[in-house]
């Protein structure tokens, strides 16, 4: 089993940064895919920044440039910097990992960008 807790966000204003952190516990050394998403009111949840399997970094177009993802092996532990915020980055941000083909979720953490 895999746990993960996010925590960082809140209210912050547009142009402002919140920086997010995902706490794994269980199985962190085994995963083989980890990254956040995000969920907007009325909208699908969507990729914002990921580490994939293949070693490769992913971001949403929307988030190039303003969002830097980042981990640390050993407080297993990965982070979601946001610099620049917008009011269309307002949602709910869950980190998600893939281990032994199934795929664990967090309960999510509020961002609020107030313009």
């Known amino acids: 089993q895999v746990q993960l807790v996010e925590s960082g966000g809140g209210l912050v204003q547009a142009g402002g940064s919140l920086r997010l952190s995902c706490a794994v516990s269980?199985?962190?050394?085994?995963?083989?895919?980890i990254g956040w998403h995000r969920q907007a009111p009325g909208e699908q949840r969507e990729l914002v920044a990921a580490?994939?399997?293949?070693?490769?970094?992913p971001y949403a177009d929307s988030v190039k440039g303003r969002f830097t993802i980042s981990r640390d092996n050993a407080k297993n532990a990965i982070y979601l910097q946001m610099d620049r915020l917008k009011a269309e980055d307002t949602a709910v941000y869950y980190c998600?990992?893939?281990?032994?083909?199934?795929?664990?979720w967090g309960q999510g953490t509020q961002v609020t960008v107030s313009s």
């Open positions: 580490f994939t399997s293949f070693g490769s970094t």
């Open positions: 998600r990992a893939n281990f032994a083909g199934r795929v664990f």
């Open positions: 269980g199985m962190a050394s085994s995963i083989n895919a």
